[in-house]
């Protein structure tokens, strides 16, 4: 009920005490899994950690805009922030995926290329859909200027509204968002297959290691693609609402968020590790 009745924090007001005690029970979680599981299993929570902080931190990237933008009131695409970068964060996922017998760093290549490259062409479409089906200009509601390519933004907004379709800036983040989702959720899941791989043929009395594969490749999934998802939503309630993605004020709470995705992260990662232990 204290939860309930607190009063909410200013748009960029952070809290030192929760933050604090978030990032202290992160570091028990971390303690708790080098001491029960040893350092190799310690090593890869905090790679699922990582992942989880570049979902968390790409997120506010991402240009959202909700029922506004799909009525032009608002610059963004007309979508949730959870929704959006969850998309993008699944096709980083499955490119990261496809190429995981690669190599680890051709992986996150993969699944950051994959993330940028779904946002890319979102932005793309979404930008030809506001200029030449809604008939309005990209135009920037927070600031003057675009910080990237220096266009004036005021005379193009119209009255009444926080601007309308999608600015340079606001396409630039959106990309660089999937780039940083999708190889956060390629990382996580390649910890995890390294887990179960090495894991699940000793319980599951296999023969051979490959007859589980298809196992501990489901169970990567199956974990990564819900950790992403706690991630996103973790970041859409810390932005609440509507975002040009990193030209917006709302960019700066990004910090809640880091401290508050390595919490859940840890939670989550250590769950999914203790399955095969």
Sequence with gaps: MTAIGAKPAAGAQMEPVPMAIGLILTLIIIAAAFVLTGSS????????????????????FVPVGGAPAAMGQAPGIATGVAMLAAGAGLAGLFGGAWAAELGFAVAIAGGAIG?????????MMVTLIYVYG????CASGKVAKDPISGDTQTEFKSQGTEGHGLPFSSYVGGVIGGILGGAGGTLIYLELLHIYEDKL???????????VKTVAVSLAGIFAIGMFLVNAVLAAYNITGTT?????????????????SALASAVCGIVAIMIVL
Excluded: W
């Design 201 to 211: 043929p000793v319980i599951l009395n296999a023969g051979i290691p490959a007859e």
């Design 134 to 137: 809604m008939g309005i200009p």
């Design 244 to 260: 040009e993605g990193p030209a917006d004020p709302k960019f700066k709470r990004f910090p809640r968020d880091i401290v508050a």
């Design 41 to 60: 299993m310690a090593v890869a929570l905090v790679g699922i950690i990582v992942g989880g902080l570049l979902i968390g931190f790409g997120v506010h």
């Design 115 to 123: 993330g940028g490259l779904m946002m890319a062409i979102t932005c």
